[in-house]
């Protein structure tokens, strides 16, 4: 068998991409990112001493993922925006890769992106500001 016709296989691309994006979702599952400490540490902070809008993230979607919006919007209130885009976007790519046929898009425009690159920076600013949204 040749190997390289093997690897670009759509359903080896997609049992790929759908068994990593399972892996990586579980171990943030069992492994809590706020207590242990073998997760990347944000270069931004670790530089700066200032935190950047991902920052929280993995501990957001630890708490997201065990039904914790609380906790999980405290460490990142973005996690309840990316999570499910990140997952339609693996469901989206495996669909496609198997099918060869899209799912609907997600709906955008340039009205919706400069929101969004607004509602970051003002996010950036106010937790490096506030309290309340520093972790």
């Not at 068998?1 to 359903?11: A, G, P, Q, T, Y």
């Not at 499910?84 to 890769?97: C, D, Q, V």
């Not at 490096?128 to 520093?134: K, T, V």
Request: one cysteine or more; a positive charge.
């Amino acid at each position: 068998m040749d190997l390289n016709r093997f690897f670009e296989s759509k359903k080896v691309r997609a049992t790929a991409a759908v068994s990593a994006a399972v892996f990586f979702i579980a171990v943030l599952y069992v492994w809590n990112p706020a207590a242990d400490r073998y997760y990347p540490q944000c270069l931004f902070y670790t530089v700066t001493g200032l935190y950047c809008p991902g920052c929280g993230g993995l501990r957001g979607t630890h708490f997201l993922l065990h039904f914790d919006f609380a906790d999980a919007f405290h460490y990142n209130p973005f996690v309840f925006i990316t999570t499910p885009l990140i997952i339609y976007t693996a469901l989206y790519y495996s669909y496609y890769l198997l099918t060869g046929r899209d799912l609907p898009r997600v709906p955008y425009n340039k009205y919706i992106l400069a929101l969004a690159v607004i509602l970051t920076a003002v996010f950036w600013i106010a937790r490096n500001i506030f309290p309340y949204f520093a972790f």
